[in-house]
């Protein structure tokens, strides 16, 4: 059998339209692909492989697990689940954990237990849930209708009702819609998907006070933000504002997929035997493989590299910028950067992306118009340094074309 792009076509449905490039092998920050390229990777599988590909840590705990239990279902409960809960639950502010698979399924089981913990305490008439402009929140019909994008849930039927959207950062428009009947507010504490846009401190910490008024609850998506992506183990952490609920998912697993919801016990409690379930959720080796990727980021070093490596991006990035002038900004927190593109290439963020591909650097977009860098939280200086090297290529070969 021949494994190429062609057979991507005869065989996958045409929902993605990856790169002709396919990758084989990963070390690090490294990946090469079929015909042995090598690439630095800035992408680092959309903000999911927090500590680059086939860390140790990672590579022994999936060994170990392996060779031990792999599935139960929740029929019965098992150690890895509920060391990874003990652990997430120690190092934030909740005291109860839903384990799933994605960040989609995480938030729609947020999602539920607000609509259900809303009913319970104040009746059917308290059902509205607000969302904001741009955000994303994952792919169920639920959670893209919450979603930003409508382009995203359009073309699919009868939407699931009673969700409004705001404008992110516009704290008088959403003073304006949030009321009694409001059930949970949901947003990202740094957009990611929408243009990697970080919330003002008046914005994040206006939208609790407006959801304690009004007995909302706000649940934060860091899907995207969290396991130490900005520089805090969660970003709520930085942000000196403490939600409800909380999903998590992405880098949670390191690359292995799982999601998870956490809350206090007050909130908790709605979702009682038989309310809500998945198959796969809290699967041991999906737990034994987040358990080494919490331990391994949540550490005083990890955390504090983060914040280095986002000094030298943002650095080597305006470097590029300044002779080149293609962003207008260099944007976002920790090691989830955006380079905004300036207005000559407005619409055109992927080209960069590209031709990345062409000159050996992984990066990726969020819209139109921004370039992403989600690289791994250890990336190695000299790795970013060489990125950054092999992204100005790329930078002048669409300028060039651009002329
Ligand atoms: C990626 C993402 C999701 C969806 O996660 P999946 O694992 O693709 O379902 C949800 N919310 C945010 C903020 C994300 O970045």
Request: charged share 20%; hydrophobic share 40%.
């Amino acid at each position: 059998m021949t494994i190429n792009r062609e057979l991507f076509d005869q065989v996958m449905v045409p929902n993605y339209a990856p790169s002709a490039v396919i990758p084989v092998k990963g070390e690090g920050s490294r990946v090469w692909d079929q015909e042995g390229r090598e690439y630095v990777d800035f992408a680092g599988g959309i903000a999911v492989n927090c500590l680059g590909h086939c860390h140790p840590a990672l590579v022994s705990a999936l060994k170990e697990q392996g060779e031990k239990l792999w599935h139960l279902s929740n029929v019965m409960t098992n150690e890895p689940a509920l060391r990874l809960a003990k652990k997430l639950v120690d190092a934030t502010f909740a005291d109860k954990v839903y384990f799933a698979n994605s960040g989609a399924e995480a938030n729609e089981a947020a999602l539920k237990l607000a609509r259900r913990f809303a009913l319970d305490n104040y009746g059917e008439q308290k059902s509205q849930i607000i969302s904001f402009n741009k955000g994303f929140h994952g792919r169920t019909f639920f959670t893209v209708t919450v979603g930003g994008q409508a382009a995203y849930s359009d073309g699919f039927g009868p939407k699931p009702g009673d969700i409004v959207h705001s404008d992110y950062n516009d704290l008088a428009a959403f003073e304006a819609l949030i009321s009694d009947k409001t059930c949970a507010v949901m947003m990202e504490p740094l957009q990611g998907e929408g243009g990697i846009v970080s919330p003002d401190a008046d914005f994040v910490k206006g939208v609790r006070d407006l959801c304690t008024k009004h007995n909302a609850l706000l649940i934060f998506d860091e899907v995207q933000t969290g396991v130490g992506r900005t520089g805090e183990l969660y970003a709520y952490q930085g942000l000196g504002v403490t939600p409800d609920i909380l999903t998590t998912a992405k880098a949670l697993g390191g690359g292995f997929p799982i999601g998870a919801m956490i809350t206090t016990n007050e909130i908790a409690q709605h979702l009682k035997v038989g309310t809500h379930g998945s198959t796969y959720g809290g699967n041991p080796l999906a737990c034994a493989v987040a358990e080494a990727a919490l331990d391994t980021v949540n550490t005083p070093e990890v955390l504090a590299g983060v914040k280095a490596k986002e000094a030298l991006f943002r650095e080597l990035l305006s470097a590029i910028n300044d002779k080149y002038k293609v962003f207008s900004e260099i944007r976002g927190k920790g090691l989830l950067l955006g380079g905004v593109v300036a207005q000559q290439y407005k619409g055109r963020a992927k080209d960069f992306l590209v031709a990345g591909i062409k000159e050996g650097v992984m990066s990726l977009v969020a819209g139109a118009d921004v370039v992403r860098f989600t690289p791994s939280l250890v990336i190695p200086e000299a790795d970013i340094r060489e990125g950054m090297a092999r992204f100005e290529k790329a930078v002048a070969s669409v300028v060039a074309n651009n002329a």
